[in-house]
């Protein structure tokens, strides 16, 4: 059995992917979900992967789905901090509970799963984790103030935890996708989205395959000198 991977928000969009390409680098893969029972069920039948519920915004439910991922299958020694939503409004129309519900479930999450993962990564001095960030966390998106600033504390998450892990085997870096081909991005107005596309010089959305190759080469066994960086892939929309 390979090592024990935990992809959050697994089984459907980026995360689907991601699941699937980890699989295929013979990783004992645990995708997570929280709403969408029946899409997850249908990705497990299909694929294999074993899924798990439970609220990665939720300190105590993520500390008791790690404890079960350890007994079942071992110490998680990849750990894919992918689960994310929108909740999109200009300032004006954005109540607290739309910040709120964006920054625990985006960003809250990663801080839970990387504090109940280090420890055992620590132990085995091995550990791979890597934080779903975004192009709109690195250039900031109109009607996002909440999702930027989620995926902006995630690249900052990122380095803090790289130097905290890099003597103990554990690398921890972040990749900032573009707009990619995800019942998330099919959520934004058609005519809002067509201006965006408009704006990729590579000319199309992303693929979630897009995202997950970079996730396996971060994730790699042999991929130890990587740490700390956030890999952009997003077709060319946002340089810096
Ligand atoms: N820049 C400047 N002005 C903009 C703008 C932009 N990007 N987008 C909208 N506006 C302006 C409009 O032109 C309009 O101006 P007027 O009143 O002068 O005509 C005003 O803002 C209001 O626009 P809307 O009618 O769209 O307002 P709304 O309140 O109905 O909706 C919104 C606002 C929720 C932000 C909507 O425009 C929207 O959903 N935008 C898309 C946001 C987006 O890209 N989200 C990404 C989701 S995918 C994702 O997040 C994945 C990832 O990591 C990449």
């Known amino acids: 059995m390979g090592r024990v991977a935990l992809v959050t928000g697994g089984t459907r969009g980026i995360g689907q992917a991601i699941s699937v390409a980890l699989q295929a680098a013979d990783r004992t893969v645990i995708a997570s979900y929280f709403g969408n029972e029946e899409a997850a069920l249908a990705f497990s039948e299909a694929t294999g992967i074993h899924v798990l519920r439970f609220d990665a915004a939720d300190f105590d439910a993520c500390a008791a789905a790690v404890a079960e991922i350890e007994d079942r299958f071992g110490p998680i020694g990849v750990l894919v901090n ?98 990619v081909d995800t019942d998330m991005v099919r959520a934004v107005p058609s005519e809002v989205l067509a201006k965006i596309v408009a704006r990729i010089p590579v000319g199309r959305l992303g693929y979630a395959s897009d995202i997950a190759r970079g996730v396996s080469f971060l994730t790699a066994d042999d991929a130890e000198f990587v740490t700390g960086t956030t890999l952009s892939i997003n077709g060319g929309q946002h340089m810096y």
């Open 82 to 179: 992918n689960a994310g939503i929108t909740r999109d409004a200009t300032v004006a129309k954005m109540s607290r509970d739309m910040w709120d519900a964006v920054m625990d479930t985006n960003l809250g999450s990663c801080f839970n799963l990387c504090k109940l993962t280090f420890e055992a990564m620590r132990h085995a001095n091995f550990g791979r984790i890597v934080n779903i960030g975004s192009v709109n966390g690195q250039a900031g998106q109109y009607g996002q103030v909440n999702y930027s600033a989620a995926k902006s504390g995630i690249h900052g998450l990122t380095r803090a935890l790289a130097l905290e892990g890099a003597k103990f085997g554990i690398t921890v870096n972040a990749i900032a996708p573009g707009y």
